[in-house]
């Protein structure tokens, strides 16, 4: 049942991130310069952890599972990136997918060297 929920939850937050990238604009105040890069930063972070929640149930060991929870989030980021270059009012930008694979390798950083792995049962 929890591979089933960790799936799902995954699955989910693509496709909130897709939707919200299908939208011409947020409406989100801009506080200060390059705070979307930090939104970025923040939605690939939690996307690594789901990512990581999700392929624990399938690789092993924890190095192999942080790289492939990486080469996930950066696939869907680029992903992501071209698919906001076709809606109007959005453009893709390569620092957008640089803030979102950063925050994806910080995420894994953090869960490996303070979250011991531990195959689910």
């Not at 939707?19 to 604009?25: H, M, N, R």
């Not at 803030?99 to 060297?113: P, S």
């Amino acid at each position: 049942m929890l591979k089933v929920f960790d799936i799902l939850a995954l699955l989910f937050y693509c496709a909130m991130i897709y939707w919200l990238s299908d939208q011409p604009s947020l409406p989100l105040p801009m506080l200060f310069e390059y705070q979307d890069k930090l939104h970025h930063f923040t939605a690939y972070f939690l996307m690594g952890i789901l990512a990581s929640r999700n392929f624990r149930h399938f690789v092993e060991p924890p190095f192999n599972l942080a790289v492939v929870s990486i080469v996930f989030c950066s696939l869907y980021a680029i992903s992501d990136e071209w698919h906001q270059s076709f809606v109007v009012g959005r453009e893709a930008d390569a620092l957008d997918w640089v803030a979102d694979t950063v925050g994806a390798i910080v995420a894994m950083f953090l869960l490996t060297r303070y979250y011991p792995y531990q195959k689910p049962s």
